[in-house]
């Protein structure tokens, strides 16, 4: 094959994580603050940073794959289209004409047609539909089984027959009837009402079809529905399915007797009806969901408890506030960090903010470690000051997370009025680590002690002096976190003045690369800032030996701690390196090679 490099390996048929600094698409983040380091922060530097460009290089040789009367090299460059369009690779619908002229071959071998119809509908080859469907209608199963699900969800009426025939045919397959079924709905049949009619009320037919027909009707339908719903409930008053096929078939409603049988749901005993309900009455309106605020937010059911929160939310009530608040302390981590970002949110509008603050001040006074975290986050990112006595206290909390959180609220709170309080707790710490009571390995002590130390620093607290000396030797079981913000501490405490026994401790770290167990990186940059801090001219050979061209966090240190001395101007930031997937199954031969 002229042309045609073979890559060794299947790695062009899964996609492999990349290290690297790119921006990609995300939620929107929380203005909310998290837990921090200050000491990432100061100083900063323009560390250089990597990014991804997907070259589309070869295409062409993929193109000209395609061509070739190969069945095996067909399918997988037919996979790895697919695999580059999943990548983001830009212009790879370049090869469409290719695929839909592979697709159109009679004699195509069975695996390439069904790679083939993959990878076109991986492209999102709408316009292509009408030839899918006849390869479907060709081929059987093999085939319909990757087409009619992207029929449905492009909402494609190329089947609609087809489906309305299958939904006649008592012997169906289950799973096509389904897809049928979903397709039908999709498109909004008026055509297949009846049919849909039929197998919702059957009780001789799987639960799962008649949800699936109820969820279609209830797609097709906006109005006329609640008979339907309603009979199915009396007939088994109470029973889960014909519950959740009420529910279903409201999909679209909106009148006054939808609204009342969704309501009705909420005396059920199954949590499962309640969310459903819950969720389409939210659909409707928010405000109807406010009257089950007190049963759902004790409802042990998580869906449960989100919708009446979102509720509670979207009110924007004062009076709303309170049940909010109890949330902060909800079992489930995603649903009390959302409620603590929630509550931030809405401090924001004046005539909220005293009762935010008020309630999340009563929930950070219990004992409860997920309440007390997460309130604890809420007040900090508010800015409330008077939240620092109860930190203090939750310094000695048992949980982890609680003590870590309450360190970072002290030290952004940065009053000195807590210090001996924080300077109290940080040496009880380290006898503990002394006397082996605790070690690096347990929950939160070594962050705890790294925000700790972050504070003394930035507070310049002089009498932390002696405990933060002790964790800048050399010493694997402190913990690389808490010896990370000692090192950074220390230059805070000496600004300019360079102590010699100081400067000589930071310089040996510093040097510490060539021992059995190299001295950790983070230890070693923070060294080099404490020194150009302090002004060391004395470590300026050792900080040059270090200040290399290699762009890393020890480099920027040593370049930036030499600047502080000297005044000299610290190199200019790198452009970023850029990378690319080298795993493609075919690629252009590079001069390299």
Known sequence: MAGLTMIAGLAAFTLIGVDCRFTSAAEPVSSILDVDDVMGTDP???????????????????????????????RVTADTIAIAHRRGMDGIDAALPALVGLAE??????????AVVRTLIELD????????????????PAISTLVEPALVRWKSPELSTQWLERLRDPGSPRQSLVTAIGGIGALRLQDGSDLLDRYVRDTTQPPGIRLAAARSLGQIADSGLVPLASGLIGQNDGALVADLLAIALMSRHTDSDAIELLRSMMDRESTAVQSEALRRLYEIDGNLVLEFVDQAVASPDVNVRRTAAQALIDSEDASRIAPLATLLDDVNPGLRRHLAAALFDLAQTPELRDEVIAQASGVLDRDSWRGCEQAARVLISLDHKPAGDRLVDLLRHPRGEVMVTAG?????????RH??????????????????QLTANSPGVVDLMSQLFQAFGEMEY?????????????????????????????????PDQAPEDLVQMLVERLNDVESLEPEYGSVRA?????LGRMKAEAALPDLRRFATDFGGEVSFSCHWAIQQITG????????PVVIDYDDWFLRPISAEE
Request: include cysteine; glycine fraction near 6%; charged fraction near 20%.
């Open 44 to 74: 900063t530097f323009p560390y250089r940073e990597t990014q991804l460009v997907i070259s589309n290089d070869a295409i062409p040789l993929w193109i000209e794959a395609l061509g070739k009367p190969n069945a095996q090299l067909q």
């Open 105 to 114: 071959q009679n004699d195509l071998a069975p695996s390439v047609r069904r």
């Open 125 to 140: 080859a709408r316009d292509q539909a009408p030839l899918l469907t006849a390869l479907a209608d060709q081929h059987g």
């Open 408 to 416: 970072w609220g002290l030290r952004r709170f940065g009053e000195k």
């Open 419 to 436: 210090l001996p309080a924080m300077l109290g707790r940080a040496t009880e710490i380290h006898q503990q680590f002394k006397t082996r």
């Open 462 to 494: 002089h009498e932390a002096d002696q405990l933060v000396r002790a964790y800048v030797p050399r010493s694997f079981t402190l913990g690389e976190r808490a010896r990370t913000a000692a090192s950074w501490c220390v230059g805070f405490l000496y």
């Open 526 to 530: 923070m060294c080099a800032q404490s």
């Open 568 to 575: 000299q101007s610290s190199p200019p930031s790198m452009p």
